[in-house]
């Protein structure tokens, strides 16, 4: 893999050898391929099944089988011709597999039986799904270019989600179990989509049985990255067999809805100026221009995902689409102005978005736990300290302190010291960075004609070695804050805000006299197919002494139509010095029962002027709940930010303790309510809370 000549978050630790099962296959008959073609119709209530099997050998007999949860649906027997035996099925209301936010992930299994005068030669099977599987690329009703939309059984999706690199610098260590963890926290954050970058591997059956089971989309990428690959014959034949075999192993997965031919290898073209012409459409003068890669990805994976897979979508490349790779009217792109390249604010993501925004990232350290590892003699360590060489040996990323530098100064009141505070930082201002994102971004999924922005993956969800990162969980399965803050936004419903500044000079003439006006914007969004009506209740409270303050608005109904987000209007928070001191609180409530939905608080930002102070009466507390399961309560007379538990045993359980959620936001008198596994009431526990600012044991 490419990857293993060293990465920007990763060692260079080259491997060679085949790491999977090599078997001698001794027989006279056999199956050698079994694959389908699956069609649902477009009214989802009709499936065509073509079926068939590659056989080499004496017996020509196959029956094919189709089973559902153990039963028979429909079987046939048939005789090979020419080394092939086929069938086709039809079926009626088939039961359907879907992406986990809109419905259950129902697994049929095919069976083929080689058979020689009714003796059995061999047996071989695999479990698919069936779904309707699309890229939308149509034109929007007020905006240039087209959308690039994820359409799963006539459902058009806003896909959040991660990157995926490898799990390992030595991939056999990776096994099943482990990759169902990494899916399952996926799932459970609420993430639609895994993208499999170009500069691994193609990833192991685990990994697509799992986001098959749990209903996560995957986007692969063939194992192509950031470069110009030769095109020698030698090459291409390789690259044309190891496709060829590896699309057969996977294409059965209703998981992967989409392949791309690289990673950024058409933006390698770009900047280094290789030749590129769009409108040559003659392949063997691409292999004789100075980007002969282009023939791999526009000729040798066109032809073999056409040929094996022509009801998957497959793309040139990522970022690709439009007049260059960083157009955002057209296909994906990869927006690294963030961090990388002119290092815009993260507030301003709302100016960097595209029709699909494939990557984006931001660094944070890894779990204080996990850089215990490496640091094995903890507060004694010499090397314990932000700048030693021993923790920035664990960050591969060139430049990285000049950014991350960056990023925390213009926006958090950090410290060096303790080391335990600037790590809570780095992953607070990664949260915020994530959560503003996918915050912006989705309130583009503006409905039918104006998906201005249809998905957005981040870079990255996991490591592959204990390290400090792009990544939002760390090697040893420990999420960071920005998994809670993606969670939260990546939620069914939610509740938005966007402070603005409107300044309105005196006159013309001068510069001195400047009116300052200082606004919210409310907007929700609902990823659920049904449309929801909610009581929207909003309160502002001063920071400083945690008095409430008046907001000029009232309780108010709102009407949050399916799968996509409302704007809810704007309201002035009065001057700069009350707009600085005041966090703002919304919540949607379910008229019916006066469940809290959503919620979400807004701070003035940069975070790093907000005088917050410390709690004086902070409570957390275990509960019970024989609806909800334990529960613990949080709860303080003033705002807090970022309010973040710990469980601190000294025995090594901690890690058996998961929270629903963390790194939250408190306003005074609120009572929070947060889920948690691994606590008992009245347990032996201690509870470390963190926040911004400050730090207290309880």
């Known amino acids: 893999m490419a990857a293993g000549t060293g990465w920007d978050w990763g060692p260079a630790l080259l491997t060679c050898g085949p790491w999977r099962p090599i078997h001698l296959e001794v027989y006279s008959s056999r199956i050698a391929d079994l694959f389908f073609q699956a069609e649902v119709d477009k009214s989802l209530s009709a499936a065509e099944i073509s079926a068939s099997c590659e056989i080499e050998g004496t017996a020509v007999e196959v029956r094919f089988d189709i089973l559902f949860e153990g039963d028979e649906v429909a079987h046939e027997i048939v005789e090979g011709v020419d080394g092939t035996a086929s069938a086709v099925f039809r079926t009626q209301r088939p039961e359907l597999w879907y992406p986990a936010r809109y419905g259950k992930q129902p697994m049929y299994e095919l069976q083929a039986t080689l058979l020689a005068q009714r003796n059995v030669c061999d047996v071989k099977s695999k479990r698919f799904g069936l779904r309707r599987a699309e890229v939308i690329q149509r034109k929007l009703e007020d905006a240039p270019g087209t959308t690039f939309l994820f359409q799963i059984n006539n459902i058009p999706m806003f896909c959040g989600g991660s990157n995926w690199i490898p799990a390992d610098m030595f991939i056999p260590r990776i096994g099943p179990s482990r990759y169902r963890e990494w899916i399952k926290l996926a799932a459970e954050g609420n993430q639609s989509m895994i993208r499999i970058w170009g500069g691994g591997i193609y990833e192991e059956q685990p990994f697509f049985n799992a986001c098959d089971e749990m209903g996560i989309l995957v986007w ?37 809805v989409i392949w791309a031919g690289n990673n950024e290898d058409y933006q390698y073209q770009e900047t280094e100026g290789l030749e590129y012409d769009r409108k040559e459409l003659d392949p063997e003068k691409w ?33 690709f689409g439009g007049k260059n790779t960083r157009d955002p009217t057209v296909g994906d792109i990869h927006q690294w102005n963030v961090w ?20 984006f990232g931001m660094e944070a350290f890894s779990s204080v736990k996990t850089i215990d590892i490496y640091l094995p003699d903890g507060n004694n360590d010499p090397e314990r300290f932000v700048q030693s060489l021993t923790v ?85 399965l420990r999420p960071k804050l920005a998994y ?10 939610t509740i938005n805000m966007k402070r603005t500044l409107e300044q309105i000079p005196a006159d013309k003439y001068t510069r001195a006299y400047i009116k300052n006006i200082h606004k919210i914007q409310w907007f929700g969004t609902n990823l659920s197919l049904q449309n929801r009506e909610f009581l929207l209740r909003r309160k502002g409270w001063d920071i400083v002494t945690g008095e409430e303050r008046s907001l000029e608005t009232t309780d108010e109904n709102v009407a949050l139509p399916c799968n996509q987000s409302t704007e809810f209007g704007e309201n002035e928070i009065g001057d700069g010095d009350t707009s600085t001191r005041t966090v703002i609180a ?49 709860e303080a ?26 790194g939250v936001d408190l306003v005074a008198g609120e009572c929070l309510r947060i889920g948690v596994k691994g606590l008992e009431v009245g347990g032996p526990y201690k509870i470390d809370a963190r926040y911004l600012k400050a730090a207290i044991d309880l």
């Open 220 to 256: 692969h990428d063939f194992p192509f990255a950031c470069g110009n690959y030769p095109a020698n014959d030698e090459f291409l034949d390789l690259v044309k067999r190891e496709a060829t075999a590896n699309v057969k192993l996977l294409r059965h997965h209703p998981c992967i």
């Open 586 to 634: 919304a919540w949607l409530i379910d008229p019916r029962d006066g469940e809290v939905v959503a919620r979400s608080v807004n701070w003035p930002e940069p975070l790093k002027y907000v005088q917050f102070q410390k709690p004086k009466a902070l409570r957390v507390e275990i509960v019970g709940s024989a609806k909800e399961g334990n529960m613990i309560e949080v």
């Open 287 to 319: 292999l004789k221009s100075s980007f002969p890669a282009r023939y791999i990805y526009e000729k040798i994976l066109a032809d073999v995902t056409r040929e094996l897979i022509p009801n998957t979508c497959y793309r040139f490349g990522s970022p």
């Open 340 to 359: 990388h390249g002119t290092q815009e604010k993260y507030q301003d993501w709302y100016k960097l978005g595209g029709r699909f925004v494939a990557e």
């Open 484 to 493: 809670y803050a993606v969670k939260r936004e990546l939620a069914d419903i």
């Open 392 to 476: 920035d040996f664990h960050n591969k990323a060139a430049g990285y302190e000049r950014r991350l530098a960056t990023y925390l100064v213009e926006n958090i009141p950090y410290s060096h010291t303790p080391f335990e505070y600037y790590v809570y930082c780095t992953q607070l201002m990664q949260a915020e960075c994530f959560a503003t994102a996918f915050r912006l971004w989705k309130r583009d999924w503006k409905g039918p004609g104006r998906e201005y922005c249809s998905g957005a993956l981040l870079w990255q969800l996991n490591d592959c070695w204990p390290a400090q990162s792009w990544s939002i969980v760390d090697y040893y």
């Open 637 to 662: 007379e003033v705002p807090v930010k970022g309010l973040v538990l710990e469980v601190n045993d000294g025995e090594g359980q901690a890690d058996s303790v998961t929270f629903d959620d963390n």
